[in-house]
C-alpha cells in the first residue's frame, strides 16, 4: 500500500511537472526542457539540432533533426560571414521538414552563451526569411540533460517541408546603410562582443582593426545568460534582469527605436537580436550581418578605442 501511494504521489508530481510549462503560443520565443518533452511529438511542432553531426550522433533529443547547416557563409569578398542564398536556405529548411505552418524549436549545446547563439543565429535567419512561428529551447541540450528526459542516437528522417520564404529586409543590414547610419546618428548601435574587444584592446587575429564602432553601447552577449553560473545551463536571465541591462547600458525605452546589433562574424548579434526583439519588444532591431569582420576593413569608417559610447555620440 505504502509503495502505491508513493507511486501514486510521484506520478501526479511528474504532470504537475510536465504541465507547468504549459502549452507554448505560436509567438512564444522560448520554450522549456518541460514544454518540449509534452509537446514534441504534436503535429506541426519540428525540432531541430544545431550542434556538429558528432554531437548529434552521440545523443539527441527524440525526433530532432540533424540541422548543423551551415548557417553562415564566408561572402565572396572574404570580408564577412554572411547569411547563405536564400534559396540554398529554403531548400535546407524543407530538407528538415520545415512546413510554412510548423512551430520550430531550435537547440544547441547549451552550456555557454556562445552555444545559445548559435540558435539565437537560426532562430534569426527563419524570422529573416519570414518564418515567424520559431522558439528557442531555453538552456538547449544541457537543459534537457540535466533533467533527466529521454535521449536517442536515432538519426530522425523527416518528411519534406513545404516552406517557401517571404524574406523580412527590416530584419538585416548591409555595409551601406551602416554607414548611413553612424552618419545620420539615427540608429543605436550595440556591441555584442566581450568587453575587451570593444575597448580595443583585443581582437581576432582576421580582424583587421582594433576598437568598435563611434558610438555603439557594449552588452556583451555572455552576460545575458546564466551559462556556467554554479553549473547552470545557458537559460536566459529572467525578462526583468534583461530589461534592467537595456535601461542601464542606456537603450532607450521607446520600443520603436531601431536599434542595430553587432559581433565579430554576426554570431553573438544574433543573442543580442533575440533578447532586445524577441523577449524585451524592441520593434526594430536589426542584424549587421558582416559585423566587425567586414567593417574593420573599410578605413573609412571610424573605430573608436578606449572609450565608451555613452561619450562618442
Known sequence: MKTTIHALIAAACAAVFLSCAGPAPAHDPLVTAQWLAKHREDRGVVVLD???????????????????????????????????????????????????????????????????????RVLWTLETLGHGKAALLDGGFEAWRQAGLPVTKRPAVPEPGDFVPAVAADRRIGLDEVKARLRSGTAV?????????????EKKAHVARYGHLRGAIPMPAAYL?????????????????????????????????????????????????????????????????????????????????????????
Open 225 to 313: 545568460t546564466l551559462g556556467g553560473q554554479a553549473f547552470s545551463p545557458s537559460v536566459f536571465r529572467p525578462r526583468e534582469e534583461l530589461q534592467a541591462i537595456a535601461r542601464g547600458i542606456g537603450l532607450p525605452e521607446d520600443r520603436s527605436a531601431e536599434i542595430v546589433v553587432y559581433s565579430d562574424h554576426g554570431l553573438r548579434a544574433a543573442l543580442g537580436y533575440f533578447v532586445l526583439r524577441d523577449l524585451l519588444g524592441y520593434r526594430r532591431v536589426r542584424l549587421y550581418d558582416g559585423s566587425v569582420l567586414e567593417v574593420a576593413s573599410d578605413t573609412a569608417v571610424p573605430m573608436a578605442v578606449n572609450g565608451f559610447g555613452f561619450y562618442e555620440r
Open 189 to 201: 548601435f550595440v556591441d555584442l562582443r566581450d568587453m575587451d574587444a570593444y575597448i580595443g584592446h
Open 50 to 120: 544545431v550542434r556538429t553531426f558528432s554531437r548529434y550522433g552521440q545523443g539527441h533529443i527524440p525526433g530532432a533533426v540533424q540541422a548543423f547547416g551551415p548557417w553562415q557563409t564566408m561572402d565572396e569578398r572574404f570580408r564577412g560571414f554572411m547569411m547563405p542564398p536564400v534559396g540554398e536556405l529554403a531548400a535546407r529548411l524543407r530538407s528538415y521538414g520545415v512546413r510554412n505552418d510548423a512551430f520550430v524549436v531550435i537547440y544547441d549545446q547549451g552550456v555557454t552563451a556562445e552555444d545559445t547563439a548559435r540558435s539565437a
